[in-house]
């Protein structure tokens, strides 16, 4: 019977963690609120409210800003919203071409950011950089603020030493990130706490908690960056498998591009991320004589509609839509989440034309997806990393209510 007592104790510790999460995600997603209206969000009585608010006001996360005045009867509600100030995260963002660096507030803002663009080099001279850059954003903070970090996100692609021959990169160097735990290395020289996931569980996770997951729990991100990114979103939380790549749409087997400036596939099928990405349209860009260096470069070629972006356009989609058809096929989410790394109009294109091709073709008795811009476009990446330690320290997850329901079932089979 101990055991059982002690079982209840904890079990009554995570659900108040969840319960304090949940009624910060409402905040999040409305704003500011009375306690009476939190109340009738999250479910919860009024009494558990109140003590919850005051644990919340102590740990210095939300602040009181106001009071209601209309449309109200008898004395003024007492307003409540998140204390940007209550938390604070930091993100790097690891690609095969960018290096970057920020600083994230607990209301979404970033304070500070640290960019390079440039190959990404040896992991030892990378670890330097990233912590002299995360030396240089924490300056956007105060000693005493710097007490409410949260700790240290890391947005990658895994297998960065994979794919470079379709990436048109063939730089050894890469193959040594495939032999070391960046993640790990950073914590070890920070002594901070790291969250690492994959860019775009990464940026799906931005989504859910500071985006689109204001209005959906379920959706498909798809990220079109230097490769193809993509996350999945279900029930309010995101899916990872057992290897971290679920959602990895850029490897699905598509059939080869018939753009003049593609690589002949190794193999029968090629894959979404050499028809897919930025550097396919870099590519074909360069191979109709234009001049691509950068995305600044991009964005100019996109702004002055020139051709070879649109014929990029039709082959990108006619590869990526009957693969988001087959992810939704999967997956059965109602929303697809459309962002990208560059813009001068790129977004709205692919979104119209991928939503254009997924009505079209959609089976009988199946919908075509509700198609969303995303909230941060070239922010993405920096927003997705700094969110993963804020996501994992705040969100009320699934997995947290579901070890409270374990809790109960052992401590009815111990009774």
């Known amino acids: 019977m101990a055991t059982a007592q002690i079982g209840r104790g904890r079990n009554s510790v995570r659900l108040r963690r969840y319960n ?206 230097p490769v193809i990114g993509c996350g999945v979103a279900l029930n309010g939380d995101c899916l990872r498998g057992v290897t971290g790549n679920a959602g990895d749409i850029a490897v699905m087997p598509v059939p080869p591009s018939r753009l003049a400036s593609a690589q002949a596939p190794a193999h029968k099928w090629d894959m979404l991320l050499s028809r897919a990405s930025l550097n396919a349209l870099g590519r074909h860009l360069r191979h109709m004589g234009a001049d691509v260096t950068s995305h600044a ?34 997956l059965d989410v109602p929303v697809v989440v459309f962002d990208a790394d560059v813009d001068g109009g790129l977004i709205d294109l692919l979104q119209r034309r991928l939503a254009k091709a997924l009505a079209d073709n959609a089976p009988e008795a199946r919908e075509a997806p509700e198609l969303v811009r995303g909230s941060f476009g070239s922010d993405a990446g920096a927003v997705g990393a700094a969110s993963l330690p804020m996501f994992f320290s705040f969100s009320p997850r699934a997995e947290i209510l579901g070890s409270v329901t374990r809790s109960i079932e052992d401590m009815r089979d111990a009774d």
């Open 20 to 225: 304090e999460r949940l009624l910060l995600q409402v905040l999040r997603r409305s704003g500011e609120a009375s306690k009476a209206d939190l109340a009738r969000r999250t479910h919860l009585t009024s009494t558990a409210i109140g003590s919850i608010i005051q644990s919340l006001e102590a740990s210095e996360l939300i602040v009181y800003t106001g009071r209601r005045t209309e449309g109200q009867r008898g004395q003024p509600a007492t307003l409540i919203d998140l204390n940007p100030k209550g938390a604070f995260g930091i993100g790097v963002r690891l690609d095969r071409d960018t290096i970057e660096t920020a600083l994230l507030d607990f209301g979404g803002q970033i304070l500070a950011r640290r960019v390079h663009d440039r190959i990404l080099p040896s992991p030892d001279e990378t670890l330097k950089l990233v912590q002299a850059d995360i030396e240089e954003v924490l300056k956007a903070i105060t000693p005493e603020e710097r007490e409410r970090l949260t700790g240290i996100g890391v947005a990658q692609p895994f297998n960065l030493g994979a794919w470079l021959r379709e990436l048109n990169l063939p730089n050894e160097d890469f193959r040594a990130w495939d032999e070391v735990d960046f993640a790990f290395e950073l914590g070890e020289a920070t002594g901070l706490p790291v969250f690492s996931e994959n860019d775009g569980n990464a940026a799906a996770i931005a989504e859910l908690f500071y985006g689109c997951g204001r209005e959906f729990d379920d959706f498909l991100y798809l990220f079109m960056g």
């Open 297 to 330: 470069d991009l964005e100019r070629h996109i702004r002055a509609h020139h051709p070879a972006v649109e014929e990029w356009v039709e082959d990108c989609i006619d590869a990526l839509a009957p693969a988001v058809r087959s992810a939704l096929c999967m």
